[in-house]
């Protein structure tokens, strides 16, 4: 704010002096190059203070926490050890309970809701696939006890 304040005073100041006393006479080419160059010259005061004020700060991105698996084998190790399946984390909100019948409930994975939020949407084991009907019609979705058994968790 004091910067501005001096600028506005100090182009005030520069303005004002140049308005000495002198009797009115038509402006020649020499007086209008005067005038655009002390124009110039505030112009580029107010930009070198505006270009001195704080440097800007860089853009902090921050990436959304990953859920790491609940085992990890160190590299050396790696040829030693039984073969384990990498664990794969899905959306637990991903989760829809469909009217099957008057009596019955299914629970599925949504389609729609993993192809948004789950990366590898298109690695999913299509065995796990599902088309069923409803009271409301047919539903497609993901069954979770086929993903389970493929190593997925949620």
């Keep these: 704010m004091f910067r501005?304040?001096?600028?506005?005073?100090?182009?005030?100041?520069?303005?004002v002096t140049s308005l000495a006393p002198t009797q009115t006479r038509a402006a020649d080419a020499d007086d209008i190059a005067k005038l655009v160059l002390g124009a110039l010259v505030i112009y580029g005061i107010s930009e070198g203070i505006r270009d001195n004020r704080t440097p800007s700060q860089p853009q902090v991105v921050t990436k959304k926490p990953t859920r790491t698996p609940h085992y990890k084998f160190p590299d050396t190790a790696r040829s030693v050890l039984p073969h384990r399946p990498e664990v794969r984390y899905l959306p637990r909100y991903c989760f829809l309970t469909h009217?099957?019948?008057?009596?019955?409930?299914?629970?599925?994975?949504?389609?729609q809701c993993l192809q948004r939020n789950y990366r590898a949407y298109a690695h999913l084991p299509q065995q796990c696939y599902r088309r069923f009907h409803t009271v409301k019609g047919p539903r497609v979705g993901w069954a979770p006890r086929c993903l389970r058994r493929a190593g997925y968790t949620w």
């Design 4 to 15: 501005q304040i001096a600028a506005l005073a100090f182009s005030g100041v520069l303005a």
């Design 99 to 111: 009217q099957v019948s008057h009596r019955e409930t299914r629970q599925v994975l949504g389609n």
